[in-house]
């Protein structure tokens, strides 16, 4: 992968690990984060790993570049310059998990609640003030929030200015587990290390098949017959069971 600007990438045959990295500016995501992260998306689609990621320097990220916003309009707003860059994130074959510390605000919550997975830190806060800044937030939020939390906490972060703590998030189960800060980065690879035991091809159709909206029985009995044939699920399942003839 090319040198980025905005971006740390630690690159492993079997992940990606992001670094938003504009601690200057709180890592606000600015077009130059966006331009690179759809390249990091390009990568990941075109040859499938998981994706960890983190922000620098205690901060996960403070929102959308408020100098740029402040010179954005109606075409950009159209533009979905971020919506777009979230939902292939959202898209990407195989699972995505955000660490955060710090804040998450604005673009920046908006990033982590398009990962499959969260994990915090105690200082994490995630907040969606852009009201206060007279825009909405329009990346995400006014339905992945709902999706992940409830209507009514959605409600009171978008409408009410309310800021989640870590421990609230977890509790909400807006994030799988807190954890302090100089653990963070463990954590993530521990789970990421749990999820790249498992077969690539059953997590990208089980992550294909879990955001189709509504009951699919179709789409879960097709995705099963996919893999039912697949030569990893003999070598897995044959390694179980003779494992167990043997013990
Ligand atoms: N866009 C652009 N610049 C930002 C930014 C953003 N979203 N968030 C922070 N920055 C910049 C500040 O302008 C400041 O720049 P400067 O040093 O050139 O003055 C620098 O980052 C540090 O910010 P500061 O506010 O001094 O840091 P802090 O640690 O005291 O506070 C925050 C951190 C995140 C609470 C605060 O920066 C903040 O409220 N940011 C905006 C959050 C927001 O409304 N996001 C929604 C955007 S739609």
């Not at 090319?2 to 492993?12: H, K, P």
């Not at 825009?135 to 939390?149: H, K, N, S, Y």
């Not at 978008?158 to 963070?184: C, D, K, S």
């Amino acid at each position: 992968m090319s040198e980025f600007e905005t971006l740390l990438v630690d690159e492993r045959p079997d992940r990606l690990a992001v670094t938003l990295n504009r601690p200057q500016a709180r890592n606000a995501i600015n077009l130059a984060m966006v331009r690179e992260l759809h390249e990091v998306c390009g990568a990941l689609e075109r040859r499938p790993r998981l994706l960890l990621l983190t922000g620098a320097d205690g901060v996960f990220a403070a929102g959308a570049d408020i100098a740029e916003l402040l010179d954005r309009g109606r075409d950009e707003a159209l533009q979905g310059i971020n919506s777009r860059l979230f939902d292939r994130i959202a898209r990407l074959p195989l699972p995505t998990v955000a660490a955060v510390d710090g804040y998450a605000l604005g673009g920046g919550a908006e990033l982590a609640y398009a990962c499959d997975i969260r994990l915090a830190t105690p200082e994490a806060v995630f907040g969606n003030p852009e009201p206060a800044l007279g825009i909405m937030a329009a990346a995400g939020a006014c339905w992945r929030l709902a999706e992940l939390v409830g209507g009514s906490v959605a409600k009171q972060v978008l409408l009410g200015g309310r800021r989640l703590t870590a421990a609230e998030a977890e509790r909400f189960g807006l994030v799988a587990e807190v954890v302090p800060g100089p653990e963070l980065a463990a954590h993530a690879h521990a789970l990421l290390d749990r999820m790249a035991k498992s077969s690539p091809a059953a997590l990208r159709l089980t992550k294909l098949v879990l955001g189709a909206p509504g009951a699919h029985p179709v789409a879960d009995d097709l995705a099963q017959a996919v893999l039912l044939e697949s030569a990893d699920k003999r070598e897995r399942m044959t390694a179980f069971l003779e494992r167990r003839r043997s013990s």
